[in-house]
């Protein structure tokens, strides 16, 4: 697919903002692992997931992270192009979570037409107010809800997009999706475990009663 | 002073937009107390504080409160017309903090302006991403810092904004701020009381010693 497929505004570009696009535009190979992002004021520019999926986190002085949302095909990812975006004072990470094949839109030239193209400074507002949303879904859970039912609604997530029952993480990582500490993740766990709701082995966690960590959840 | 002063983008618009402004923008007093957007998802339009000031914060399904951020003179608020804005998908609930004097250009102006000028669509970006900083902020507190430390922030800040080591503020109010509960509050300010940094009354909290509770802000 070319990247026009994956910018829902094409077709109100010019014919010079598309050729400007499509010249310099290329497309990326991201690791699983690959750090795309740190607190370090890169400017990848505008990405577009093609395959894979990116996880966008904070992190706190100390080292620990929570995830606040997750990109997968179609996506975009806006703030690894904030350096274009003025009163965004804040350093988001973003790291492959899996493979992940992006293409990249160079940021002066996405600048440059954001400057001049009503539509792509409208889309960029647009695409802002998601990542806002996601960020305040974030915040809800954190300040309202327990650690245990955030844990299970993690699970649940992780599970639909993994397309499995048996997940393959650490509790290390889970905390790091969740901002909390290892130990806490660990804790939670083995009390779900306790009540039959999942299976812990080494680096796996099963899902044993989906009925049950739901109703945890909500 | 006349609307125009208030709004950095005015030269950018058009006589035809300046005139629509004008003459369909209303000013409007708001008392102290007044809750000018509840989870209803009213839309008052765009607003500007001329005088007073306003508290922007999210509300729990049980009714607890959070402050995500304070607007003062010459401050816009963004999520009053928040109707206008494609993929806001959440709830800012907006009182007044003082009697507050407000401009407000009526919804359907603004958003017909918003179609037409770049320079308004960018404006608006930089608001959202500026209201999105101080959100991005809340939550860093929320996740990596003590409830004390924030309490004695938020002592300094409120010091700052009203001119005054005597705060006027119940530890509902405090808490409902800092999302916490009162009875989290009025144990530690006790705290606070017994280590001489501040000195309880009824309905008041005087700051006794700004360099100690400095340093536990910090």
Redesign the interface.
Known sequence: MTLENYLPIWDELTKEQQDMITSQSMQKRLEKGTCLLSNDKECHGFLIVETGQLRAY?T???G?E?TIYRLFERDICLFSASCM??????EVSITAEQDTQVWVIPAPVYQSI?N???AV??F??????????D??????Q???NSMDKRLATFLLEESTIEETDTLHMTHEQIASHL?SAREVVTRLLKSLQEEGMVRLSRGTIQILDYEKLRSLAD
């Open positions: 904070i706190s002085p100390e620990r929570i975006m003025k009163n965004i004072q804040f954001m001049s193209s009503l400074t409208r960029t507002n647009e695409l802002m107010a998601s990542r806002f949303t960020v305040m879904w974030v915040m809800e954190v300040l309202w901002g």
